[in-house]
């Protein structure tokens, strides 16, 4: 039987966990609301975004733009997309698990650098002793999810683009967790460059007067099209985080209350057996005093 | 004519407007009633916005603007 003592504090140990969780909980749901607002916001201007894309150009080949030029791949950068706080499950390994495979399988035999935004990015990534980006990329970006705009998420795209543009990589990818709903995330492996545009987008018959001509719009456009893209894979991983940590907070809760219901039950046990050891004792030693 | 400012964090302005001065790539411009379809790029300065009497300005750094059938939406940052 266990000692009466130890399992109240176990009890009592649980039940601060359990408070603890549920507090968690609680503050990711209503994080994971602002964070979706956030992505709703953004949908009107990505969506008008591409329109206008897609109505200005047929084939990007021909306007010659530097980001959309297919070199032969031996640099890839890899811009991995983490949380800067654990306790939401699987939500960071997934990602780490995603650019090891990318790594061993599809860039095999490439120099591949990764690009991790996010703390907890760093510390994977630095543990599993892979190459961090350097230069101009370096540095640890932990200050953007404190305030996830999209001026912050622009000047990273400007260093991504302009490392592109320069040669120094000669593929982008993204990998991030696609918020779908409250409870589930996909992992997704986006291309980032060079630019490829969807096809079969049917442009607008309506004949445009362009200004200036229509190539010059297009090079203008493609970063701010680039920088939305990614600034969109923020959003959704943002809001993906606080899902992923609601339900693992909720799950976290569930397992604190079945335990507590064990630690509760064998507490019970322990008691009762006490006081039945306490009463054999004294009727006992009634008995013997009759006796 | 209708008109939307849309910048990627939020939507900054949605309404009737009787006039819109923009700041081109190639000079400063103004749509009005009825423009001709139109996608023109914008370099960083402030969007005019007049409807009746009341006027509005917005500073930006850069977009474009698409103009089609009495309908302008601007996109800025």
């Known amino acids: 039987m266990p000692n009466l003592k130890e399992v109240r504090n176990r009890i009592q140990s649980v039940i601060s966990t359990m408070q ?52 032969e791949i031996e640099k890839v950068l890899v811009v991995a997309v983490n949380s800067n706080r654990g ?35 760093h510390e994977l990534f630095k543990k599993a002793d892979q190459k961090i980006a350097s230069g101009d990329l370096s540095g640890e970006h932990y200050g953007i999810y404190d305030n996830l705009d999209y001026e912050h998420v622009s000047t990273i795209g400007d260093k991504v683009i302009s490392a592109f543009e320069q040669g120094h990589y000669d593929k982008v990818v993204v990998v991030y967790n696609e918020f779908k709903n409250a409870a589930s995330q996909n992992l997704k492996t986006e291309a980032f460059l060079p630019v490829e545009l969807p096809e079969g987008v049917e442009a607008s018959s309506t004949d445009y007067t362009f200004e200036p001509a229509q190539a010059e719009i297009i090079t203008d456009l493609l970063p701010r099209a680039l920088k939305t893209q990614l ?20 799950k976290a809760t569930d397992n604190a209350s079945d335990m507590l219901h064990d630690l509760k039950l064998s507490y019970n046990k322990a008691r009762q057996a006490a006081i039945t050891t306490e009463i054999l004792e004294i009727v006992a030693g009634a008995e013997a005093l009759d006796g | 004519m209708q008109v939307e ?49 009341e006027e509005k300005t917005f500073d930006i750094k850069g977009g474009v603007v698409e103009v089609v059938s009495n309908k302008v939406i601007v996109l800025a940052e």
Do not use: W
């Open chain 2, 5 to 53: 400012i849309l910048s990627p964090d939020k939507t900054l302005y949605a309404g009737e407007a009787d006039h819109i001065q923009l700041p081109g790539q190639d000079g400063s411009f103004g749509v009005l009633n009825n423009h001709a379809p139109l996608i023109a790029g914008l370099k960083e300065g402030t969007v005019n916005l007049r409807s009746g009497d």
């Open chain 1, 87 to 121: 306790l939401c499950g699987a939500f960071n390994a997934n990602v780490h698990k995603e650019v090891k495979r990318l790594m061993r399988e599809e860039f095999e035999g490439k120099t591949v650098h990764v690009l991790g935004l996010g703390k907890k990015a």
């Open chain 1, 231 to 250: 600034y969109k894979s923020l959003l959704d991983s943002h809001a993906s985080e606080h899902g992923a940590r609601m339900t693992a907070m909720h």
């Open chain 1, 20 to 71: 603890i969780t549920s507090a968690m909980k609680m503050v990711s749901a209503a994080k994971l609301k602002r964070a979706q607002d956030a992505i709703v916001k953004l949908r009107p201007y990505s969506q008008k975004l591409s329109e206008i894309m897609s109505n200005l150009s047929g084939n990007l080949e021909d306007v010659g733009s530097s980001l959309a030029e297919k070199r």
